[in-house]
């Protein structure tokens, strides 16, 4: 008995894999990018998507301009400014640097909003073009299908096993159907299986996109807010800080006028009295007085050069007036 049971198996086995060979195994391809670059809703959506980055693009380079722009008005007036005032404008430019690289990250990042939006427009094309795929494989018995575009190598593929153009055609009349206004198309709309759930499943996903996006535009705002915080509390110490060595400032300088004058209190003057008037200036009036100084300092320099050099071109005239005299 056992006998005629493994003679009927192998007799089996014998007989379905002579019937395979005497079929042969069927193979064909696809090419995703020609798919993709004839589906006219993908083409339109990747024109507005590359606009999209192409906007980001020019704001992050106005941005940079600015900065840049920042620093080279640093460098031309570092003259005039304290090492406080220095430091403090060094900041805020390596601030908002920071700021711009982070905010290209989040746009063009291997995370970033435009590898995302291309994921999303990606999908619901792949999916469709797998379940056409799935479908034709299994009414045409295909044993293997490969995609050209892939990294799989394909050294040669002959035209004839090409189904590119048949999964565009059928992807078409699937996006004809969703379309449908007519009875007989949505007749034709109601016999397309396996809709809902891709839709199903395609809503899940981009639920998960979306919340995932949220998540980490919610961490960055964060994190952002704590940066703010945190600068705007240093800020709040260096402005206190630079006020009070201002004071400190005026202070020693009147005390030296004071001296330097002696300036005190006459009751037998002929007003009755004589107050001492303590003026504090503004860090805007000491910064204008102080480039008022260097401006005359410089207009002195300046003069005194002109004099020399004029003084020098008298002297040489003078000896030529006298070469040409002799």
Not at 241 to 255: D, V, W
Request: one cysteine or more.
């Amino acid at each position: 008995m056992k006998h005629n049971v493994l003679f009927l198996l192998t007799l089996v086995l014998m007989c379905s894999f002579y019937s395979n060979a005497q079929r042969g195994v069927r193979i064909a391809y696809i090419d995703t990018e020609y798919i993709l670059e004839n589906v006219p809703e993908y083409q339109e959506a990747m024109i507005q998507l590359d606009s999209k980055a192409e906007n980001w693009k020019n704001e992050i380079q106005t941005k940079m301009l600015h900065v840049e722009q920042k620093r080279k008005d640093l460098s031309n007036e570092k003259a005039l400014l304290t090492k406080e005032l220095i430091d403090e404008r060094e900041e805020d430019i390596s601030f908002e640097e920071k700021e711009i690289l982070d905010y290209q990250q989040k746009r063009f990042g291997p995370n970033g909003d435009l590898m995302i939006q291309k994921r999303q427009l990606m999908q619901p094309i792949q999916d469709q073009i797998f379940s056409a795929v799935q479908d034709m494989a299994a009414s045409r018995k295909y044993d293997f299908i490969f995609d050209k575009s892939s990294d799989a190598v394909m050294l040669y593929s002959a035209k004839q096993f090409d189904l590119s153009e048949q999964i565009l055609r059928s992807i078409t009349r699937a996006s004809k159907r969703t379309q449908a206004e007519t009875k007989a198309e949505v007749r034709a709309a109601e016999e397309e299986e396996l809709l809902p759930e891709i839709n199903e499943e395609l809503e899940a996903r981009e639920k998960a996109l979306e919340e995932k996006k949220a998540e980490r535009e919610s961490a960055i705002e964060k994190r952002r807010q704590e940066i703010l915080e945190a600068r705007e509390a240093k800020q709040k110490e260096a402005d206190a800080k630079r006020q009070q060595i201002l004071e400190e400032r005026e202070k020693a300088k009147q005390e030296k006028l004071d001296a330097r004058n002696n300036v005190s209190k006459d009751p037998e003057s002929e007003t009755g009295t004589t107050t001492k008037e303590v003026v504090t200036k503004t860090r805007e009036q000491l910064i204008e007085e102080n480039r008022q100084k260097k401006l005359e300092e410089r207009a002195a320099r300046q003069k005194e050069l002109e004099d020399k050099k004029k003084q020098i071109l008298e002297e040489r005239q003078k000896i030529k007036d006298s070469i040409n005299n002799n």
